[in-house]
Structures are given as C-alpha cells and as structure tokens.
C-alpha cells in the first residue's frame, strides 16, 4: 500500500497543475479561527484551543492534521487578536504543510441585540516534500525485496515551497440566540508548485456558516453556560472543484454534549459524523466520528477520528464594550 501510494503522489506531481485543497475539521466550531478569521476574539476571555484530525486511519500513509491556537478580545484595540499553527501530514510525512496565521477582528455593535465582527488573517505556509520516501517503478524493477536502489527519477526543482497568504471573514450574532457568518480564506491564491514552471495555485476557499441556540428551559440570562439547549447548524463550503454542505444540530444537557451531522461533498455523498463532548465554564473536550458513506466506505478508512480541546481563562468582562457573540462549542 506505500508503494502504492508512492507512485499515486508522483502522478499527482507530474501533472503540475493541482490545484492543492485545505485540510477539513468536522468539528469547524471547535478549531473556531481555522473556520473563520472574524471568531478571534468572539468568547472575549483568553482562549487556547487544540484540535487532532487522523483522516482514513485503515489506509497507511494519508491525512493527520494538528492545529493549535490563541485568541482574545482587547479593548484597547476594539476587537480580538489571535494566532494559529497547523501542521498538516500526508502520506506519513511524504508532503508536510504548516500554517503560521496571525488574525484581528474589529467588533462593534450595531444596535442592541446585533454584534458584528470584520475578521483580517495574514498567513505564512509552507509546504515540504520529502523526495526519500518515494518508492519509483525503476526501484522495484531493478532492486530486490527490501533492498532498493536509488531511484532514476529527478526530483522537481523546489522540494520546499514557502508563500505569504491573506484571508477576511465577517460574522453576525443577533441577540445571542443567532450567529452567521462568511469567509474568504486565500483570496491572494499564491503558487503552490514544486515545479518552477508550474501552475499549481491555491484556490480560493469560500465558507458560509449559520446557526441558533436554542434554551429549552426558556430562563437563558446571558451567562456562558445553557443548562439545555438545542443549536441546529449549517455550513457551506466550496474550494476550486470541491463543494460541501454540512447539516446537524447539537443537543446540550449540561455538562454533556452530543452531535450529529450530515456532510456531502455535492459529487458524492461523504460522511455521517457522530460527536460526544463534556463542557465546563473553564474548559471543554469532544471526540466526533466520521463515518464513510461515500464509494471509498467505511470499512475500506476507518472513517475519521478527531479531538479537540479548549480552555476558556478568566477575565474581567464587565470592562469590555462588545459583547461575546454566541456559537456552538464544538
């Protein structure tokens, strides 16, 4: 299966002109400055968030992305301010991309019951190939079972590609009950080739994304915990060639929290995902499922395992002019 997918990624190289695509969170709300640059800020107490994706595990070699992040309100500049690393690997480190994003958000208040947030990213990413871990044709003609020769192929000619990259995005919250929002991620759509003469360029991502939350005691004052709460969810997203429309709902009886959601990528039919999570006012953890429907199937991938986990520290809030937009926690 490695030598497989060995030749598969040099198919891939030798056509020049991919078109690259970002890495998918299915808990989008949990790695909420991933989603969109205009939630830096949103929770307005300091926050530290962590997220864990293993994508197709029952394939060897594919898709593992960590991502870690800061964000918070400052009143001083009228808006949030936060930073994110991710580090995304694909084929066990055959090709490695990390992200370095810096993002602010201006927040004001547009009348008493709607908050809006304009969110500006500037990223630095850059993508590595690890030439050594291919296994070519010419090796296993001429070589014998665990002892290869070196390859005949030539290696492009940039193994390390380094771009700079912008990124904006707003959000809306009506009365702490309704949010929605839009991103624009990579609007300058740098080249992403390994080849000089390449035309691999990184294609625009547009996300839309709505939602409500729901208090099913009806007695909700204002505070950061609902004791139970309904919050059905959508989200659009499309990038180059690829579409996709997420639909569920998270249903909250504190401090438990369950999900469910429908995602389609438009062409096929992907994945149903199950979530359980545990909340707290200083922290939260969920673990969510992806279960394959789509023709690869799920006994073929093992579907998709992922983690995420955030801290919410204390702040004087009342000192604060804008007020937290509310979103799902994960």
Known sequence: ?????????????????????????SQYYGNPLFLNPALAGSKVCPRLTFNYRNQWPAIPSTFVTYSASYDQYIDAVSGGVGIMVLSDNQGDGTITGTHVDAMYSFMTNLSSTLTMNTGFQVSFIQNK?????YIFGDQIERGLLGNLPPTLESPPDRLNVAMVDFSTGVLFGYNQTMYFGFAAHHISQ??????SIGNSKLDMKLTAHAGALIDMRGDYTGGNILEMSVSPNIMYQQQGKFHQLNLGLYFNVYPLVVGAWFRNNFENSDAVIGLVGFQHEKFKVGYSYDYTISPLTNSGTHGAHEISFAWLFDCRQKTFKHRAIKDPLF
């Not at 299966?1 to 969170?25: C, Y």
């Not at 740098?190 to 080849?195: H, K, Q, R, T």
């Open 1 to 25: 299966m490695r030598k497989k997918l060995g030749l598969f990624l040099l198919l891939l190289l030798a056509v020049m002109t991919v078109n690259a695509q970002d890495p998918t969170f």
């Open 129 to 133: 190939l690890n030439w050594n871990r």
């Open 190 to 195: 740098p080249d992403n080739s390994f080849y």
